[in-house]
């Protein structure tokens, strides 16, 4: 399906008032919602513990997209644009990459195909587990690097049946109460440097045009317009093809993504692509990039990169190395995420050893904070952590674990025998003036969990059903074979307790899908190529 393209000047003239109040709205933007990589929805409308405690959350639709796996990735987490306002009206719209090198624009609210785009070619074989070739990361809207704001909790539809003013007999007309203008929005963050400003057209940045950022598996960039998907100047060069591209994000008109697993001969790293002058910075890792989720960035735009054994601080934009830490004995075994806490800015990142490690971003070359007991015998997070705040103040980490439980890591609360894997919660306390990770609960079973999202006090974590192993004998078609159906959780955040489960609604297994949330909706999408959502139903 495709849509003829609107005039540029129909979308600035719609556009200009509202684009900058699209900013900052709590759209889940990139991989992991935000530039810190937290996957934390921070206010909702509709989903909360009390209300995940009673019946009405459930499957809303679920679309199934033409598109062949490579080795075991599909579909790419959407992000999502959750209010637009467009020549069509009020839309929210979702937005994903497929393996094969296409972006599908879906109307979240009718569960539509709006536009779909096929970028490049599809590439010839059938790639390797590590090396699938395709598009291997996900989309990203243009975000920025400060920490996000206060969720807008704006829901999906109505929660009560429509009522009107005017049409009941003998009531007469309605009187209209003409409410005060909003207050103008904030000014646009200004970017890195006065060059970058002076930017040609199309900027993925404008203030009157939205933009969906794409790259495809011969490395380069593509800027989509979010009303159909149209592509009005030709793709930027980026990446060496074949490259195994993970955590694509863009703030301060640079683009940014990392490359791992030497795919295609290229050497891991974090690249850099300028919008404005399109040259490319690169800095090369000294082992491979761990997690999915690529870089987190500090709220000043520095990006953390987990490496092997290395914890590194990048430059905005030149990507010169600024701060490193080599922790002893282990390696990294998922992407940072960054959060403040107490006002410094701290960072965890789960290792090979079964423990997670708290750095603070002022002290990154003296070394971890704290680091917590071994909590995984399996010794591995799979993608990325997540954090968030509740509503007392209590700062949280979550990760994803594999393998049975561990003695003596500490945990006050378990739910449940854990023989396969869990989602691990920690809370960050102050010690003597020193932020450290005190255990709090663990979840229950989970077949390979993925890193959860977390929505308004609600953690949504994901028995993923994948069957992994570190036989690379094992084929990719087997290990489908092997794995079950998924299941996604609702747990309460301060206890890890389920409140909801999905059943059999899922009906494959998640690798390369994860969770997006927002509008009050959870997505999963799956191996075989199905888009999920649930929510609770709109009323009509």
Known sequence: MRRLAAAPAALALLGASIANAQRGTGDWMTIANDAQRSSW?????????????????????KLKLENGARQLNTLTPPALLDFYIGYRGFRALGFLGTSSNRVVGIDLDLARIEWEKS??????????????????SAVTRPTTSAYPGPGLARGAGRGTAAKSGVGLPNEGAVTLRVA???????????????ASAAAAAPNPFSPRIQWILALTGDGRLHSLYVSNGEEPAPPVEFLPANASAQGLIAYDNVAYAATANGCGGVEDGVWALDLAAKTVNRWKSPGNIAGTAGPAVGPDGTLYAAAGSEITALAVRTLEPRARYKIDGAAFTSSPVVFEFKGKDLIAVASSDGRLNLFDTAALSKGAIDRSAVFSN??????????????SGDRWVLAPAGGASVAGAGFSASNGEIKNGTV???KVVDKNGVPSLRPGWTSRDLVSPLAPAVVNGVVFA??????RTGDAKISAVQRAQRSSNAVLYALDGATGKELWNSGKAITSFVHSGGLSAGGSRVYVATYEGTQYAFSFPIEH
């Open 462 to 467: 994901l028995s993923s059903g994948e069957f």
């Open 378 to 391: 399996a010794g591995y997070a799979h993608g990325s952590l997540a954090s968030w705040q509740d509503e």
């Open 180 to 194: 005060p203008p909003p207050p103008p929005p904030p000014p646009p963050r200004a970017p890195a440097s006065t």
């Open 424 to 426: 691990a919660a920690w």
């Open 41 to 61: 929805v921070r206010g909702d409308a509709k989903i909360s513990p009390e209300s995940m405690r009673k019946p009405g959350f459930e499957l809303v639709w």
């Open 119 to 136: 970028l490049a070619t599809i590439p010839a074989g059938g790639g390797t587990l590590p090396c699938p070739g395709g598009m291997t």
